[in-house]
Every structure is written in C-alpha cells, then in structure tokens.
C-alpha cells in the first residue's frame, strides 16, 4: 500500500497556495507518501469571464500539476486533479482522476452545476466528490450529483465540520474521501487514503476509489 495525498494545491495556479508544484512534490516525498493529486482550483465563472479557450485555460490550469512532475523525478508520483467551483455558488469539488484529454472536455463543456459536471465526468470515469461541504458560508450539494464527499478535510486552519460531512455522507450512501488540503509546507502530509500500489495513475486511483467507498485514510503520520 501506499500514501497517496488526494487534496493539494500549488501557488503556480491556486492563488491561496504558498508552495511552488516542484517544492511540494519533494515535501511529500520526504514525508514518505507514494504519489499526490494536484487539485489546483478551476474556478468556472472566473474561466468565463477571461476570454480564454478551453485550450489556452488547461494549459494554465496544469502549470502546477507540470512543475510537481518536474521536482518530483522518480520520488513520488504526481496526478492530475482539480477543485473545480460551478456557478452561483462558492462550493468546492474535487476531481479524481483527470488526464490532459478530460480537463479539457470539461473546460469545452463548462458544466454550470455538479449534476452537470457529474454526468459529463463519470462517463469519462472521473469522480466528482464535494470538498468540505460543511465550511463556513457552504453548504452540500444534493446526493444525486455527487460521486461521494471529502469526509475528512485535515486543512489545519479552517474548522470543516468534518463530522457533519461524514454524518452526510453516511445517510445518503455516498463515497468518502480524505485529504491534507495543503496550500502551506505545514501542511503537508496531514491526511490522505492508502491505495494499493497498482494505484499509478489519476485514472488508477479513480477506478480504485470507484470500488472502495471508504478506503482507509491516513491522518497527522497515523492510518484511520
């Protein structure tokens, strides 16, 4: 089994990030994790307003992700997420298990809600989970949009709620996740899941996370 963080962010795209791709990648090489899923936010109506084509906007939105592979060399493996927010909300979700290809078919079809987003990414066998549904100023999206839900967000300085996302999670049959959310070196390798270790790709990880609702996560050095 390996460590595998599935909520990180770099300061080459998320503006709230305080680490460069190349340098994280090391950190969490370092701290013993096997790979991390770069989830830089793609904020929709922000890529709307820009003018941008769905080309110009993945080619920026990877610039992370491309310079974590970069300092990563043969330490740590690297994948492609994102946290994307749709319109008329500030919610957050993740995307597991993003290629090149399929960031940019969600750029080109600019899903304007989950649901949309959800149908559009599962067809592509890519996961959409809501990120700490329960932070102040957020609220759950409905069940039938979701692939699961980010039942444990370890970000360290905001309070998640994380018991109301499991309780969530737990009523409506829904998949969890667990992530450092880590925009800081302090953060590193504060959660995550164990996968197997034929988990060598966003695309492994989201076919294993597809059969496993609740892999078991590893939280502050300790599996949960």
């Known amino acids: 089994m390996k460590k595998v963080d599935t909520h990180v962010h770099t300061c080459e795209v998320s503006r709230c990030g305080h680490v460069p791709g190349a340098e994280m990648a090391r950190l969490y090489a370092r701290a013993g994790y096997g790979a991390i899923t770069i989830t830089d936010h793609f904020i929709l109506p922000e890529v709307a307003e820009s003018g941008r084509t769905p080309e110009e906007t993945v080619e920026i939105q990877m610039r992370g992700y491309r310079a974590a592979l970069e300092g990563a060399g043969s330490a740590i493996q690297v994948f492609l997420g994102a946290e994307i927010r749709f319109f008329g909300g500030v919610e957050d979700f993740l995307l597991m298990g993003l290629t090149a290809e399929k960031y940019l078919a969600i750029a080109r079809a600019m899903p304007r809600t989950p649901g949309a987003c959800r149908a559009l990414a ?39 709620h994380n018991d109301l996302a499991l309780a969530y999670a737990q009523r409506h049959g829904l998949r969890m996740l667990c992530g450092s959310d880590a925009h800081q070196a302090v953060d590193v390798g504060r959660g995550g899941i164990l996968a197997p270790d034929w988990v060598n790709s966003a695309e492994d990880l989201a076919a294993y996370l ?15």
């Open 122 to 160: 599962e067809k592509m066998g890519v996961l959409l989970y809501q990120a700490h549904p329960y932070r102040e100023g957020q609220q759950p999206a409905a069940p039938g949009d979701l692939s699961g839900v980010e039942v444990l967000n370890a970000h360290p300085r905001h309070d998640s």
């Open 210 to 224: 597809r059969d496993a609702p609740r892999p078991q996560f590893w939280v502050n050095g300790a599996p949960q």
